[in-house]
């Protein structure tokens, strides 16, 4: 295992950045993004982000085609991200996200544009020294302080960050940036097994604060589409786009193309089931006409049709929508009665 | 669609919503009596002042005006009987409110046109355009598609 | 607040039971000392599940337009909430005979995360309120602060604490010592030009249209929103400055003069937007260009945007 002490921190992004593009947790205005680095930045490792790291795979919006009309053919031209990139500073949970978006994107058909960018992108995860009082990941067999699906674990142990490559792009990575690097003693790196376990127990106030028995809960909910819960749940719901687009999971996007005079450009960009106007047809018909069918759609996709499919439940129990939904109607409020 | 894009110097685009009553009248006038006004302004014609949606003025400037321009009656003239008094208060607004976003408050004017003043049409559409080429050419609303 | 928990569990009650209701609308607990949220109920047994306490801040008014059609339904109202109820009626959105309505003077409501920035949320269980003090409760004790310093900023410049409407009021009027509401906007307008757009540039930029802030606010009632409409798209989808800027110019240019400075939008941004020095600015301009004019409170007085003199100041100059 290796270490950097954190005098050496500010040299340090320097480095990575001049490597590649350097996604980091920034503050700005009190809010903690990721961005890229830049010199004078701010940089937060005590907190996770508000958005959701998946911008960075699977942005918001991006253009992906081009095309020119008026000329005998219709010239197209399409356009594929080609950056490389560092995204530093990933919390365990949304280590985890990127396996569940994974199996959107990455099966047949696979989607070329995040396979792109997942191919382009270095992971570097940061172990939680102290769950957030909203969080549940355990509750998905997700560890607080370690992230399999990394390919460099980092982990803050106060004077100094702990780092251990763990695929080959991590060994990359770290061969590039030797010269800041020191080993670290075998106790230092013992620190790491015993933050990973303590924070891994649940216990007091190291671990999760929210624990949630979620086996079975795939089968508890089948055959609740016409419960009462559903009835009672969604009237407080606004209707915004918080939870979805907060959710590190969430991967519902639209397409849309934007013209002017003769030419264009085509771009996905993030959709939700939350939204009326997400499964408005042409037509005028809507099938799910009211608050109650997205509020139950949101949830069961999370909980029941994603786990069907795909064998793994489409949250990771990062606690974004506990914290950020203006009405309190999250995952866990579903989770308890449910049981 | 950008007189910007072409090479050369910088050319201001500047889209003139004009009331069809008198302003849009005060540029024909102008056009009959072969006074000159830079062919920087194009004219769109509405039914009256008061027509022009929020959404037109800031479309125009995301699609690439560099100044927009809302000409109506005369206070007191209008066709409807009240239609500017209305927007003169809404744009006074959003003219007070464009600038405190930081958008140079020339770039969106709101004048009184009637229907005989060819010679004011064509004097407020060159002053606009002056202005405006001084400002140079305007990033801040726009596409940057 | 316990008393006043009290009489909302009692005219909730009061109402279903009688059957002068079909529901009523109030707060809930959830399982975190911050969490209090809408709660919709229809049997008279669950009335006893209602609460009032620090963070009884969602305001429930705008559920009326979702409601309201099939059935007589009863809201409780603090003081801003009593303000975009005004503003929904005034907008014809909903009946004034179809709601029974129970005032709540409130004077001031807690924001978590300015207890969260002063390190009590740590193991806090919950939070009372008593008198002045707030009263933060551990397992190993409890400790205890002036309230006013947790308040939300919209507490600390409401000048409404009062419900100016309301069937009913439960509880005693309290004071009102609003702080200065425009004085950001002043700080504001004092900068320059570039200064202005760099600073809403970087705040906008962090937008995510989730349309929170439109879908919470009561002076946003339309029936069909043009954030919405598919054809034509007057707002793109795609993360584009001017875009993001159509936005937030057209949701506050819509609500001028309608805008009940409730506080809402701004609160409940999750990327803390300041969308408040935006109403504001409109709402100093009309008070300067066309006469002092609360939105939700002066009912006797003519919308600003919905007349004119023939003196107004001019635009054109
Ligand atoms: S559940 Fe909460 S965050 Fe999600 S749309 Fe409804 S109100 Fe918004
Ligand atoms: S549903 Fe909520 S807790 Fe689960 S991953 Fe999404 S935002 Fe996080
Ligand atoms: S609530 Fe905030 S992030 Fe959401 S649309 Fe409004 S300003 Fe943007
Ligand atoms: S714009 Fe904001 S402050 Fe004004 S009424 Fe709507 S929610 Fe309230
Ligand atoms: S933003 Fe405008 S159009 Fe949309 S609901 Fe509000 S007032 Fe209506
Ligand atoms: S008709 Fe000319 S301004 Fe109304």
Known sequence: ?339 | ?145 | MKQLSERIKEAAFGSLSSGQVEMVIGWQKGPLWWQSFPAFITDPGETASLIWDPFSVSNLNKYLLNEVPKKKIALFLKGCDALGFNQLLRDGRVEREKVLLFGIPCDGLVDPARVEATGLSKGLLQVKKEREELVFYYKEGQRKAPARDFYYSKCLSCRYPNPVTCDEMLGEAVPCQPLERFANVSKLEAASLEERFTYWSRHFSRCIRCFACRNVCPACSCRECIFDIAEPRWLGKAKESGETLFYHITRAYHVAGRCVDCGECARICPLGIPLAELNRKFIKDINELYGEYDAGADLDKEAPLLTFKSDDPDVSA
């Open chain 2, 1 to 145: 669609m950008s007189v910007n894009l072409k090479q050369g110097p910088f050319e201001p685009l500047i889209i003139a919503f004009c009331c069809n009553w008198c302003s849009y009248a005060g540029g024909d006038l102008a056009g009959t009596g072969r006074m000159t006004y830079p062919a920087n302004v194009r004219v769109i014609r509405v039914p009256c002042s008061s027509c022009v949606s929020s959404n037109f003025i800031l479309r125009a400037f995301q699609r690439g005006a560099d100044g927009v321009v809302v000409a109506g009656c005369h206070p007191g003239d209008c066709h409807y009987t009240s239609g500017n008094y209305f927007a003169r208060r809404r744009f006074l607004l959003l003219q007070r409110f464009l600038e405190f976003l930081g958008m140079e408050p020339e770039r969106f004017q709101v004048h009184w046109i009637s229907a005989s003043e060819g010679n004011r049409f064509a004097a407020v559409m060159t002053e606009t355009t002056e202005k405006i080429r001084a400002l140079g050419p305007n990033r801040k609303l726009r596409d940057t598609r």
């Open chain 1, 1 to 339: 295992m290796k270490k950097i002490t954190k005098e050496k921190l500010a040299l340090f992004w320097e480095l990575l950045a001049r490597r590649a593009t350097l996604y980091l947790p920034l503050q700005e205005d009190g809010v903690v993004n990721f961005a890229p680095w830049k010199n004078g930045a701010r940089v937060n490792l005590r907190e996770n982000s508000l958005v959701p790291p998946k911008n960075v795979f699977f942005p918001q919006a991006e253009t992906y085609l081009r095309f020119q009309t008026g000329a005998k053919k219709l010239q197209l031209e399409s356009l594929e991200p080609e950056e490389e990139f560092i995204l530093f500073g990933v919390r365990p949970c949304d280590v985890a996200s990127f396996t569940i978006l994974d199996k959107v994107f990455l099966e047949e058909p696979v989607d070329g544009l995040y396979a792109k960018r997942r191919r382009l992108g270095t992971l570097v995860s940061l172990g939680c020294n102290e769950p957030g009082e909203t969080c549940f990941c355990t509750s998905f067999e997700l560890e607080p302080a370690f992230a399999p699906g990394a390919d460099v674990m980092v982990w803050d142990m106060g004077e100094f960050l702990l780092w251990e490559a763990q695929s080959e792009k991590g060994d990359e990575l770290t061969a590039k940036i030797n010269e800041l690097l020191d080993e670290a003693a075998p106790e230092e790196s013992a620190s790491a097994l015993s933050l990973r376990n303590t924070t891994a127990a649940g216990e007091a106030a190291a671990g999760c604060q929210q624990e949630w028995n979620t086996a079975g809960l795939q089968e508890v909910l089948r055959g609740k589409f016409n419960v009462e819960l559903w009835e009672k749940l969604y009237h407080r719901c606004l209707g915004c786009g918080i939870c979805t687009y907060l959710c590190p999971t969430c991967h519902c996007f639209d397409i849309q193309d934007f013209s002017r005079g003769l030419e264009g450009e085509r771009f996905r960009c993030w959709d939700s089931c939350m939204f009326a106007e997400f499964t408005l047809m042409a037509s005028g018909e809507n099938p799910r006409p009211t608050q109650k069918e997205r509020v139950r759609q949101r949830f069961l996709h999370k909980l029941l049709y994603f786990p069907s499919k795909y064998g793994l439940y489409a949250c990771v129990g990062c606690g974004r929508c506990v914290r950020k939904c203006p009405v309190h109607l999250d995952i866990t409020q579903v989770m308890e009665p449910i049981k």
